[in-house]
């Protein structure tokens, strides 16, 4: 009996309990000059044929922000998602959010999503990384930026022709 002839999925995704904490599976973003970007999530698919051959990549984030204004107030912060197949940017959003921080040390938490269909996937071993990138050096009100619970799911079906 062999697999049947559909679309077969593959995932990578981690649970993270307190968003805050490097200790339950949380990645800190490091600001840096020139921004560094962290892996997050990775998976591997095999492309047996290219022809008509989709690969649709879904992504989940958990953004949490810990504020480091004295006394509260506005918070900025950008946050670079990137989509990449065998080391190539595919897909690329720039994620700027304002917050109000009502007092020092003030949390805000974010999930965003990130879709996105790959219509030339190699063929062979493709791997597929979504990368983040603490992308506002000159941040004064952010003290950390984590990335907790996420997920990169990765769905290979032949395209349908209408």
Not at 72 to 92: H, K, L, S
Request: one cysteine or more; charged letters at 20%; glycine letters at 6%.
């Amino acid at each position: 009996m062999g697999l049947k002839k559909g679309p077969f999925v593959v995932a990578d995704t981690v649970s993270v309990d307190d968003p805050y904490s490097e200790a339950a599976g949380a990645i800190k973003l490091p600001f840096g000059v020139p921004p560094v970007p962290i892996v997050i999530n990775t998976v591997d698919v095999c492309i047996k044929q290219t022809e008509k051959t989709q690969v649709s990549l879904n992504s989940m984030t958990q953004i949490a922000v810990l504020a480091s204004t004295d006394i509260g107030g506005p918070v900025t912060f950008e946050v670079i998602y990137e989509i990449q197949r065998n080391g190539e940017v595919i897909a690329t959003i720039h994620d700027k959010m304002d917050y109000f921080s009502p007092f020092f040390g003030g949390r805000i938490t974010n999930f965003p999503n990130f879709p996105t269909v790959d219509n030339n996937p190699n063929k062979g071993m493709n791997t597929y990384e979504l990368r983040c990138t603490r992308a506002t050096i000159d941040e004064i009100s952010v003290a950390e930026i984590f990335v907790a619970s996420r997920s990169l799911k990765a769905t290979v079906s032949l395209q349908q022709i209408w």
